[in-house]
């Protein structure tokens, strides 16, 4: 079964400038998420969606960031414009979803690594 | 008070040893618990998942879960230095539309 592919791996940037990360869940995967990460820190959740709906984006910067998942598998996040506190890793993870075998287990990509200068 | 709290660290601990790693949380509604390893520049790995109260053993590890006093407990037996990684609780409620992590336990096993 092949794994949360995530991409790109690393992301220079300077302030004010955009970027978007790409997700691709594993397949079947119902449910996607994106968090931030933050050296030193835990991953906190930026939005979660179910297929190609969101589920909760409470902690989702909205004047800055934006996320689609439109057509139910994959996903990408935008920040535009960036600010030096967006550096962070940022995390895709999926799940099979409600209701079914191991919907609450979280399976991570790698990251993407981004540095605001 | 924050939602998850975990030991800081970082911890040293020689090879062959056990240690533990602990959690305390304050939503009552967390009924799912979960240990991730994340080794450095990598995505957590899912190590071990309860469900609510009671011990869980896989190989080295075991987890512990006391909802009573909202309190979670890894603990790792024989220690390798392939176990230096940083190690993060997690929950979620019924409806798994609510996942929080704690903020990481970095461990150092020193050979």
């Known amino acids: 079964e092949a794994g949360v592919a995530q991409s790109p791996r690393y992301k220079i940037i300077e302030k004010r400038q955009s970027v978007a990360f790409w997700c691709n869940p594993i397949s079947g995967h119902a449910t996607l998420y994106w968090y931030q990460q933050i050296l030193g820190q835990g991953p906190k959740l930026l939005i979660q969606?179910?297929?190609?709906?969101?589920?909760?984006d409470s902690q989702l910067p909205k004047d800055r960031f934006s996320a689609e998942r439109l057509k139910g598998v994959d996903s990408t996040l935008k920040i535009q414009p960036a600010k030096l506190e967006d550096s962070a890793v940022y995390l895709c993870?999926?799940?099979?979803?409600?209701?079914?075998?191991?919907?609450?287990?979280?399976?991570f990509g790698a990251g993407s690594r981004l540095t605001v200068l | 008070q924050k939602e998850v709290e975990q030991d800081p660290g970082p911890l040293s601990v020689p090879e062959g040893a056990i240690v533990s790693l602990n959690c305390t949380y304050s939503n009552s509604a967390f009924q799912y618990f979960m240990w991730y390893r994340q080794y450095s520049r990598k995505g957590p790995e899912l190590l071990m998942y309860t469900y609510s109260s009671g011990n869980k053993e896989d190989g080295r590890f075991t987890a512990q879960v006391d909802k009573s006093s909202k309190y979670i407990s890894l603990f790792i037996r024989d220690l390798q230095p392939s176990d230096s990684a940083t190690y993060l609780c997690?929950?979620?409620?019924?409806?798994?539309?609510?996942?929080?992590f704690g903020p990481g336990t970095r461990l150092s096993v020193l050979p």
């Open positions: 997690a929950m979620t409620d019924n409806y798994g539309q609510n996942f929080v």
């Open positions: 969606f179910q297929n190609n709906g969101v589920v909760d």
């Open positions: 993870a999926s799940s099979p979803g409600q209701g079914r075998s191991g919907a609450n287990v979280l399976t």
